[in-house]
């Protein structure tokens, strides 16, 4: 039996560990399940192809959260992206197994807030990041951080009593 490369085998740990922080941040930004696949791809090939060398684990984690941000303003602001008709696509909640309803209904609320919100709705509450952490991943001070998950949750109370 060979072994493996170690930039290989790093590689499928960082995949392992962090799958679920890269593709939930994608699916959440990005119009589509398929450019979420597209995102998850690219993130990790330029990890792997840059080879980044971190002080800390969070650190790693930053950058992956950092560039998948990145990725996906890139998809939303295409040329591609602004210029195609969706109205015949999938309903993307189809396309996403939820445990429960409520859970369907959270995911398709925070999906319609605009872009700097469900960022920050991802990191803090999804992810359990600090205001702090959300702060400098997304390249804001903390109060602005904190004004957005206040318009988030106000928009979202607005939506479900309506």
């Known amino acids: 039996m060979q072994n493996k490369d170690p930039k290989i085998k790093d590689l499928e740990q960082t995949i392992m560990k962090y799958k679920r922080t890269v593709y939930g941040i994608?699916?959440?930004?990005?119009?589509?399940?398929?450019?979420?696949?597209?995102v998850f791809q690219e993130v990790f090939l330029l990890y792997f192809v840059k080879k980044p060398d971190f002080d800390s684990e969070?650190?790693?984690?930053?950058?992956?959260?950092?560039?998948?941000?990145?990725?996906?303003?890139?998809?939303?602001?295409?040329?591609?992206?602004?210029?195609?008709?969706?109205?015949?696509e999938p309903d993307e909640n189809r396309l996403v197994d939820f445990e429960s309803e409520s859970d369907a209904e959270l995911y398709a609320a925070v999906?319609?807030?605009?872009?700097?919100?469900?960022?920050?709705?991802?990191?803090?509450?999804?992810?359990?990041?600090?205001?702090?952490?959300?702060?400098?991943?997304?390249?804001?001070?903390?109060?602005?951080?904190?004004?957005?998950?206040?318009k988030a949750e106000r928009i979202l109370k607005e939506r479900s009593e309506g």
């Open 26 to 38: 994608a699916l959440t930004q990005l119009n589509s399940k398929h450019e979420a696949d597209d």
């Open 58 to 88: 969070n650190a790693k984690r930053a950058w992956l959260i950092r560039t998948t941000l990145y990725k996906c303003r890139q998809y939303n602001n295409s040329k591609w992206n602004t210029h195609t008709d969706k109205t015949n």
């Open 111 to 150: 999906k319609q807030l605009p872009q700097k919100l469900r960022e920050a709705v991802y990191l803090h509450c999804f992810l359990g990041l600090s205001l702090n952490e959300c702060a400098q991943l997304l390249g804001v001070g903390v109060s602005a951080v904190s004004m957005r998950l206040k």
